[in-house]
């Protein structure tokens, strides 16, 4: 069975710190792994990872995949309220998306 | 039409009821999902469609009726749902195969059934 895990589960931090997000995995079929930010409705994508070592950048958001360990970390810098949400991880292998618990990430004024 | 569009977006229905929801895509793509998230918790696989076939129903109850009329949409009826049923029952899409693909989801529909 597929299995994918985040940690923390929860972060309370202040604006302007640095968080790094956790997530490790174990599937068959391995196709790619995905972040996404979820507040009130429905996941929006972040990023998503095929090849180990190549960092993906958007903005304050960096994340990374190490397909010889099985996991991939998401960054935040210079957090700000806004970013307060649940950060999800996937796993996609053949047709199946699996999905992390996913971080819940408050960030304080 | 880069965006997956689900109606209703919520839905309040009896447990005798019959109802839809609807999914639609003009992405091009040709796998279609239909996922449920109870509060708090991750997105759990209901239905795969892929090439307009159902390749993967993750033991859902008979309650729930996929249906993928065409390419483009997704319906799920529902019937005799039960008050733990209620949950936001999300669509998405994507490529089949190839490397450089990626899921959309939809925005939902909120489900509470009384």
């Known amino acids: 069975e597929d299995k994918v895990v985040q940690s923390p589960l929860s972060l309370v931090v202040h604006e302007g710190d640095t968080v790094t997000l956790n997530c490790s995995y174990e599937v068959t079929n391995f196709r790619s792994l995905l972040w996404y930010k979820q507040e009130k409705k429905a996941p929006t994508f972040l990023f998503m990872l095929t090849s180990s070592g190549i960092e993906k950048k958007s903005g304050r958001l960096s994340s990374i995949l190490d397909k010889k360990e099985l996991f991939s970390i998401l960054n935040i810098t210079a957090t700000q309220t806004g970013d307060s949400a649940i950060y999800l991880c996937?796993?996609?292998?053949?047709?199946?998306?699996?999905f992390g618990e996913g971080t819940q990430l408050t960030v304080n004024p | 039409d880069t965006e997956v569009t689900q109606t209703p977006k919520h839905l309040v229905m009896g447990m005798t009821n019959k109802k839809s929801l609807k999914c639609e895509q003009h992405m091009g793509h040709r796998a279609m999902y239909w996922y449920k998230q109870k509060a708090k918790k991750p997105p759990e696989l209901m239905f795969v469609y892929s090439y307009e076939k159902l390749s993967i129903n993750e033991s859902v109850p008979s309650r729930f009726s996929p249906e993928c009329p065409n390419s483009s949409l997704l319906n799920l009826h529902l019937h005799a749902l039960q008050p733990e049923d209620s949950a936001l029952y999300l669509c998405?899409?994507?490529?089949?195969?190839?490397?450089?693909?990626?899921?959309?989801f939809g925005s939902g529909t909120r489900l509470t059934v009384v």
């Open positions: 998405a899409s994507s490529q089949v195969t190839g490397r450089d693909y990626g899921y959309t």
């Open positions: 996937a796993v996609a292998s053949g047709s199946r998306l699996t």
